[in-house]
């Protein structure tokens, strides 16, 4: 089985910052790429950053500038640097990462936190 678990949410005053951190645990061969999403109160999940194996990166729009996403393999671990925080950074954020699980065949499938809250009050 394969875990991922979220952690660096909180409560910050616009202008801050926070750094969120997701580490994969369990029967992993593999990670490929990885993600950050999140979901603002009725609102759908959208992408906010996106990591590749090659360490390419790319980001959302309204985050370009003031979020930064990078990897650490070793720790099977990806981090969302978030500054300049805004109230409309508001949400729950969700990693997601491309895991291979079995050493014999390709079986990468798309794993999912269960999210971290963040609040930026104006």
């Known amino acids: 089985q394969v875990q991922l678990v979220e952690s660096g949410g909180g409560l910050v005053q616009a202008g801050g910052s926070l750094r969120l951190s997701c580490a994969a645990s369990g029967n992993i061969f593999s990670i490929y790429d990885m993600g950050w999403y999140r979901q603002a109160p009725g609102k759908e999940r959208e992408l906010v950053a996106h990591?590749?194996?090659?360490?390419?990166?790319n980001s959302a729009d309204p985050v370009k500038g003031r979020f930064g996403i990078s990897r650490d393999n070793g720790k099977q671990t990806v981090y969302l640097q978030m500054n300049s925080l805004k109230p409309e950074d508001t949400g729950v954020y969700y990693c997601k990462m491309v895991i291979r699980t079995n050493l014999w065949r390709r079986d990468d499938m798309d794993y999912w936190g269960k999210g971290t809250l963040v609040t930026v009050s104006s």
């Open positions: 990591i590749s194996s090659d360490g390419s990166t």
